[in-house]
């Protein structure tokens, strides 16, 4: 009988050590991101396999300098490692560090070397290593440190399989902690904290007090005697100075003899590109262009295949219609469900080649640059230099978007991001601007060369930025918190993109707008069809009652279906929602049909243009040109003149721009703020700002 | 038999929705002020 | 007068003096900003923040109240 062994491997190291590039390595495609039960962060694990019969689990934790955290993603870390309950606590942890920057790596693994578990050091990036003019003594090194070194480049496979031996024979790897490190800070006090948790190697339990953190896994005693020692700030962080500085001079003392580095070899691409890349004017032009550059890629090549896509679920709706029995569940099917689909998977092109660019520009390094010029201004709005990538993020999807602000230290900065990002015009918005532009703004040129279509999106485009910034600044002012966090960024080498890297963060990115937005939009698509197919009595009678009316004994058979189909939409479940809303809609420029679009908007906003045509009675495999016309022959009966007319169009814009209708976006704020305060706030506020300009604008315009 | 399908797919999508929105995380971790710093 | 962080010129090398135990973060430490180390100025955002440093081998960026903090010597 084959024994299935599986080894709990903890990858643990700093940012940019290319530990990613390494998990993607000994994991390949068998992948997956779940969720820390309770927690926003996510778990990435995979299978690793080592020999015949033995398995390597891996978690992949997230990048950090010191074990001691400074935001969840870190604290996470720290559970794991103190946690022997948690799922994924080790059997053996691999420490990556990278040559250049060696010796700042090595603080966290002399921190994860006094756990007492076995430890695995692997130096990745070797293959730079003569161009860089370093030189490692390993067997020297693997003496001083305790351990066993791996020499490994991620990119160029060199050194995997050596790691994976390693893995396999953790059990004789030696776990005694390097220097003693307590004796020389307090050995009184030490000896005292060791003897208070006898349960604990030493270093377990002084993590323990430090932290700021309450440990579930702690008993009823244990807990207390914690809260007794933590009352001693002062002594802690005095100590904890004190640890920082003995073990950079361990550190310090170990690389001396071991790693020896001609500077003359190494050429200093970095300077010279930084010089560019960070200078107070060049800086932010080439940020500029690089902006226009990836906007500009994004309108041009996600276009054919949106409408690939967006032709295959016409044809796929219509086709299951002709395959199916006649039914109502045949008509949830080929109406409700999978135009809810493809309403989600037609913007996976827009979001995938966003997330593409923003990948590579942060595996280059530039990113770090683009925090770096942007810092000062965001703060003057209440965020950071990192709110730059989530609020770009959020032109694709807010969803990804608000994921991405998790490495914003400071609470405050980073609420106000996240409550700011849906303002940024996302790609749902686009099918609604389209059409409504097509209606109302004409096809003309203004100075000769630019076209007022054109000119007309990009000012909704900053339309959406300015909202965010300008309620930024609101909140900035308005909310109360304390927020006393350390700014810090590394500013990594340039580097060449790995595409498997992208590939694995595109596809993780583009995952969870599908799955953070699609489900929610598939639920709302399937009830929304239900209640436009549904009524009480007068919906079921329809059909009888219109053909009894006199009028309707010349019509030809289309004309009294079309009678008929419009009768029904009014009589239904959400005709009368939409004739109910209609008095508060009506000082937006709105009737009820377009009260019934608005509705449905909440399961996603580009329903809006589907919702009408459905109304409108134009079949979903025309194409928009013939909605465009519907719409535009449509006739308010009361003024007699067009429905969608300029005032009702620029209204419909202003409130499609504002308005929090994104019900996924909603869901994943109140997950990563963890209360529903945020979101409801959110959805009042934006509505009330939509509600207010809409009114407005319609009254002006008419 | 059409019918009964389409109110197991309406059931199935309610629930999904009232399970995620008043479903209660086990963990309430209130991210109030900066954590754990 | 004492200098900080903040005070030098692009180029400009120099030595961490002290950086004072109850406003700096333990994760500066942690970063490789010691006392003794030394320190370079490489770059200034506009109106001088963030600043961009090398300090110990690390290349980083930090905020100008944070640098105004770490006192040097030349």
Redesign the interface.
Known sequence: MVSNKVVKVALIGNPNTGKTSLFNQLTGLKQKVGNYPGITVEKKQGICKLNETVKAEVTDLPGTYSINPTSLDETLVLDTLLNENNSSFPDVIVVVVEIENIKRNLLLFTQIKDLKIPTILVINMVDQMKRKGIDIDVKQLEAKLNTKIVLASARKKIGIEELKTAILEYEKLDITSIGKITNRIDKEYFTRLKNAFKEFSLYKSWLLITQNIEFDFLNENQKKLVLKYREDLDCIKRYQHKETILRYQIINEVLKDTLKVDKSKASDLRGILDRVLTHRVFGYIIFAAILLFIFQGIFSWATYPMDLIDSAFANLSSWVKTVLPKGTFTNLIAEGVIPGIGGILIFIPQIAILFTFISILEETGYMSRVVFLMDKIMRKFGMSGKSVIPLISGTACAIPAIMASRNISSWKERLITILVIPFTTCSARLPVYAILIALIIPDKRVLGFLNLQGLTMMVLYLLGFTAAILSAILLHNVLEIKSKSLFVIEMPNYKIPSIKNIFHEVVEKTKAFIFGAGKIILAISIILWFLASNGPSKFKNAEQFITSKEEVKDLSKVAIQKKIASYKLEHSYIGYMGKSIEPVIEPMGYDWKIGIALISSFAAREVFVGALATIYNVDSDENVGTIKERMAAEVNPETGKKRFDFPTGISLMLFYAFAMQCVGTLAIVKRETNSWKWPILQLVGMGLLAYISAVIAFNIFS | ???I??YI??G???G??VK??FFK????????????? | MFKTIANLRIGEKAFIEKLCLDNIPLKLLEMGCLPGIEVELIQKAPMHDPLYIKVNGSHIAIRRETAEKITIVY
């Not at chain 2, 995380?25 to 710093?37: A, E, F, P, V």
């Open positions: 038999m059409q019918d399908l389409v797919a309406l199935l999508a309610i999904f929705l995620k929105y995380s086990k963990k309430k971790r209130k991210c109030d002020s900066d954590c754990g710093c």
